[in-house]
């Protein structure tokens, strides 16, 4: 069964600061994504990783992806108040090691509270 | 960008009730998912469709129906509905090489 670990679950931190959330998943896989949920909305996609080594930016948000080490992490560089959200990283398994096709396997998501 | 709606977005209804949460998206996407999610937690999937006629169980049990008579369309429906059955449902749907899933607005269930 595949399981995903994102920590930290809660962090808030001080506008101007630079953090890394990390996102761990157990079985082999294709792709990995990251989301951005803001209270009471739906997801909006952020990152589609495809390979080992992949490394992608938008804006003050970094993504990259190690399958060899089965991680990936979502850098953040000199926060604003803006990038408040609950960020999700998921996980589709390789078609070999079972799961529900396409469907997206979440970590439980962390809390980022950013403060002037 | 995605166009993909679901309706009623707010859902407060007595034990008992039989009640379909509709979806459908115009990108013309043939897979199409429900997830579920409750306050301040992760997404599990309910349920998956690869095109019409397909429907599938996905890793988290639910007594809820799907069905995909049309491609744009996917409805999720429980034949009565309990107080566990709150929650949020989300509708999502992904096409192309890396099948990058577009999340409509969701419908926050509550059943009394």
């Known amino acids: 069964e595949l399981k995903v670990e994102q920590n930290p679950l809660f962090l808030s931190m001080q506008e101007g600061k630079n953090y890394t959330i990390y996102c761990n998943y157990s079985?082999?896989?294709?792709?990995l994504y990251w989301y951005r949920q803001d209270p009471g909305k739906s997801l909006e996609s952020l990152f589609v990783?495809?390979?080992?080594?992949a490394v992608k930016q938008e804006g003050r948000l970094m993504a990259s992806l190690d399958t060899k080490a089965r991680l990936s992490t979502l850098h953040i560089t000199a926060a604003v108040h803006d990038l408040s959200a609950t960020y999700f990283c998921?996980?589709?398994?390789?078609?070999?090691?079972?799961?529900?096709?396409?469907?997206?396997?979440f970590g439980k998501g962390t809390h980022l509270i950013i403060q002037p | 960008e995605a166009d993909i709606y679901q309706t009623p977005r707010y859902l407060v209804i007595g034990t008992g009730k039989k009640i379909t949460l509709e979806c459908s998206q115009t990108?013309?996407?043939?897979?199409m998912y429900w997830y579920q999610q409750d306050p301040g937690m992760e997404l599990h999937l309910i349920h998956y469709?690869?095109?019409?006629?397909?429907?599938e169980k996905g890793d988290l049990s639910s007594e809820s129906t799907v069905s995909r008579i049309r491609t744009e369309h996917f409805p999720l429906t429980l034949e009565s509905a309990r107080p566990s059955h709150t929650s949020q449902y989300l509708c999502?749907?992904?096409?192309?090489?890396?099948?990058?899933?577009?999340f409509g607005p969701g419908t926050r269930l509550t059943v009394l």
């Open positions: 999502a749907s992904s096409a192309g090489r890396y099948n990058e899933q577009f």
């Open positions: 079985t082999t896989s294709d792709r």
């Open positions: 990783l495809l390979s080992n080594g």
């Open positions: 998921a996980v589709v398994p390789s078609p070999y090691s079972g799961g529900g096709a396409d469907g997206l396997t």
């Open positions: 990108m013309g996407h043939d897979k």
């Open positions: 469709s690869y095109g019409v006629n397909s429907t």
